[in-house]
């Protein structure tokens, strides 16, 4: 995480307060109001049950302490103003203190369809309303932990990890497969092709394969794990899982499914 960003953080004011433009107001209307639209049928309960209680604005950025009343609420959890990029430390620190961090800044609308870095947009609309959850809360928190204590080799397994759950993951439930990641929450073409396109492929999560996969944050995800039931995120947060990064060191990465960058041509 040691890249720089274009994009500012804005810091909030004595009264806890951001203070946004217009336009950044209308960016925010335009990505919700485009995405809540794709939601029903494709994201999970847990998450429209979130949603719901967070009862976020259409039409302008929600404040965070707004947020935070919500999940201090349910799950004992707030969010933290952060720069546009942290480092692993850093984040690792504010998970494992029931923090997560927003960056406190909106894409431009040049990069309204994709950006690689997380905005608020992404960080409120995608990761949010599943904090109100308490399995999710739970693995969330215990992952921070992890982290925080793991080594800087075993922080880079626990990134996939997290990359394949909490970002990119779905979930199976008696009306279909569903999203909780999200990295796909948060992105109408992913939303779409995570589910509906026969190019991906889905597999049943397994932690260790998680741990051995390679991926690229610049692309569609060639592949998906799929949970069998929300609530394994709570039995995968009991188990050994620094004891599966072992072991995962040992056996090594996966071919990956896509052309590393440093393959590419051009």
């Known amino acids: 995480m040691a890249k720089t960003s274009k994009y500012h953080a804005k810091n909030p004011g004595p009264d806890g307060q951001i203070s946004w433009g217009l336009d950044e107001h209308k960016i925010w209307k335009e990505l919700f109001g485009r995405q809540v639209r794709l939601l029903p049928?494709?994201?999970?309960?847990?998450?429209?049950?979130g949603l719901s209680l967070l009862d976020l604005p259409s039409h302008r950025i929600p404040q965070l302490c707004e947020i935070d009343a919500v999940l201090e609420k349910h799950t004992g959890w707030r969010t933290a103003p952060v720069p546009a990029l942290i480092n692993f430390s850093?984040?690792?620190?504010?998970?494992?203190?029931?923090?997560f961090p927003v960056a406190t800044f909106i894409r431009s609308r040049?990069?309204?369809?994709?950006?690689?870095e997380p905005d608020i947009f992404h960080e409120v609309f995608g990761h949010c309303p599943l904090l109100t959850n308490t399995s999710f809360a739970h693995f969330?928190?215990?992952?921070?932990k992890l982290g925080l204590a793991a080594s800087k080799e075993d922080r880079i397994y626990l990134a996939r990890?997290?990359?394949f759950t909490v970002e990119f993951g779905l979930v199976n439930t008696p009306a279909g497969t569903r999203i909780y990641g999200g990295g796909i929450l948060s992105s109408p073409g992913e939303t779409l092709e995570a589910l509906e396109s026969q190019v991906p492929v889905r597999v049943p999560m397994n932690t260790l394969d998680a741990l051995r996969t390679p991926y690229r944050i610049d692309i569609m995800q060639?592949?998906?794990?799929?949970?069998?039931?929300?609530?394994d995120l709570f039995?995968?947060?009991?188990?050994?899982?620094?004891?599966?990064?072992?072991?995962?060191r040992k056996?090594?990465?996966?071919?990956?499914?896509?052309?590393p960058k440093s393959a590419q041509v051009g």
């Open 161 to 163: 990890l997290y990359w």
């Open 222 to 231: 060639p592949l998906y794990y799929v949970l069998s039931d929300f609530d």
């Open 140 to 144: 969330t928190h215990t992952y921070g």
């Open 41 to 49: 049928g494709r994201a999970c309960e847990q998450y429209l049950h």
């Open 235 to 248: 039995t995968m947060a009991e188990s050994d899982i620094m004891g599966l990064v072992k072991h995962a």
């Open 251 to 259: 056996l090594g990465l996966f071919e990956p499914l896509f052309t």
């Open 90 to 99: 850093s984040f690792f620190e504010l998970l494992a203190n029931k923090q």
């Open 110 to 116: 040049e990069e309204f369809d994709y950006l690689q």
